[in-house]
C-alpha cells in the first residue's frame, strides 16, 4: 500500500478534526513501514508553469476576426 500526502503527520489533524482519532491513524499506518520524506521541485507544477509559458508566447486572434 502506498499513501502519499502533502502534509506533515501533525498537520492531519486538519483533515481528521479528532486529535485522539488522527493519532491512532497516524499509530497504525507507520507501524512497520518505510517512510520517504520527498523534498524538491514539483513535476506537476514544473509542467504546469512551461505549460504557461507556452500559452503566454502563442499569438491570439481577436475573436471578432472570425465574425462575418
Given at each position: 500500500m502506498i499513501i502519499t500526502?502533502?502534509?506533515q503527520f501533525a498537520d492531519w489533524t486538519q483533515i481528521?478534526?479528532?486529535e485522539q482519532m488522527t493519532?491512532?491513524?497516524v499509530d497504525r499506518l507507520t507501524h512497520r513501514v518505510h517512510i520517504f520524506v520527498m523534498n524538491?521541485?514539483?513535476y506537476r507544477f514544473?509542467?504546469?508553469i512551461s505549460e504557461i509559458v507556452i500559452m503566454k508566447k502563442l499569438p491570439t486572434q481577436r475573436v471578432d476576426s472570425f465574425l462575418p
Open positions: 500526502s502533502n502534509l481528521f478534526k479528532d493519532a491512532a491513524l524538491g521541485d514539483s514544473k509542467q504546469s
